[in-house]
């Protein structure tokens, strides 16, 4: 991050001179993490309840305690500038040497990861409910050359719980990137089952890299289910990079066609189809393919459905680093929580 990004993210975000504790009663835990934890507070001046995520950062070069404070920085420089209803808003930050506190929007109805395990599936009309709203949020993302690169159930949040439609918001920002021309970016980051290959391959990456991970997450909202999940993360692995997946009958027997058809558009090695209408960035082709609120079988053009998944030809695999894998089943496996990491 350059001094001008980091003079503009001082003036967008106020630095407090007084402590977190000063300004915000601090409350019970919601989450913790290798290298911090997450309270929920309430803002003394206004009444308001956020969400406070402390970050452990470190103190020198060298140090393997806590995140490069960079790191940190580059979240929250992205997170200033996105006001999106499906996007969770920065409220505030607080900074010393060892320590990074964003204070972020509350969300009251707990991961969609959650919601899936509890209903174990969902109906094509309440998964096109929610794969609206997440177009919706990465559209807006991708509108401004902004690639999240950890989409998964875990970082998406629902605002309320116990609400007829549920809206949600994207959360975890900590590998985002601000995609440039003539800049290549690559990157081992991630979690194994909702990776893309050319994250595997170490291939340059982009905002069609993130719609690789909306294919999962629709198969995972139609079917309760991981498609590419092995008992070991290489296997995992190896399943994403030969796309290796079916679609069993007994959890998509009434699943139609063209939901089918549009998990295997995003979840392609091929080359791009071309969408009627002329160049579109990946989440609003999908978008248009998803209808809005329009159901799977009626696509607004009424064609065949398309969505480019922008993917070069794989490479000899590399391995992607992660934390441990737990035992389970292949292939049709239960959804399992995991953690994105990096080697």
Not at 21 to 32: A, H, P, Q, V
Not at 229 to 245: F, I, K, P
Request: charged content about 25%; aromatic content about 8%.
């Amino acid at each position: 991050m350059g001094l001008s990004q980091l003079c503009a993210l001082l003036q967008a975000v106020a630095l407090h001179a007084r402590s977190v504790e000063e300004l915000y009663e601090l409350l019970e835990t919601l989450g913790s993490g290798h290298f911090g934890v997450v309270k929920r507070c309430r803002e003394r001046s206004t009444g308001v309840f956020y969400a406070a995520k402390f970050v452990k950062t470190r103190r020198c070069r060298g140090s393997r305690r806590g995140l490069e404070r960079v790191q940190v920085e580059q979240e929250v420089a992205i997170l200033r500038d996105l006001q999106h209803p499906n996007i969770m808003r920065l409220h505030d930050l607080f900074t010393c040497r060892a320590e990074m506190v964003l204070v972020l929007e509350l969300m009251r109805g707990g991961e969609l990861f959650d919601f899936i395990a509890e209903k174990e599936m969902l109906s094509e009309e309440e998964a096109i409910e929610f794969l609206e709203q997440i177009l919706l949020g990465v559209q807006y993302l991708h509108g401004r050359r902004i690639a999240h690169f950890d989409l998964k159930p875990e970082n998406i949040m629902l605002q309320e719980k116990d609400v007829p439609k549920p809206q949600i918001k994207i959360i975890d920002f900590g590998l985002a990137q601000k995609l440039e021309d003539g800049v290549t970016f690559k990157s081992l980051c991630g979690t194994p089952q909702y990776i893309a290959p050319e994250v595997i391959n170490y291939e340059p990456l982009s905002s069609a890299t993130d719609m690789w991970s909306i294919g999962v997450i629709t198969y995972i909202l139609l079917s309760g289910l991981s498609p590419f999940q092995g008992e070991t993360d290489a296997e995992t692995l190896s399943n994403v990079l030969e796309c290796a997946y079916e679609f069993e009958d007994r959890y998509f027997s009434e699943t139609s066609e063209m939901a089918k058809d549009f998990i295997q558009q995003l979840l392609s090695l091929g080359v791009p189809v071309p969408i009627p209408g002329g160049p579109q960035t990946p989440a609003i082709a999908a978008l248009s393919v998803a209808g809005r609120v329009v159901p799977w079988g009626a696509p607004p053009w009424g064609g065949p459905w398309s969505c480019p998944r922008l993917s070069a030809p794989l490479c000899p695999q590399r391995c992607c680093e992660s934390d441990q894998e737990e035992e389970g089943s292949r292939p049709m496996t239960l959804l399992r929580r995991r953690r994105s990491s990096c080697s």
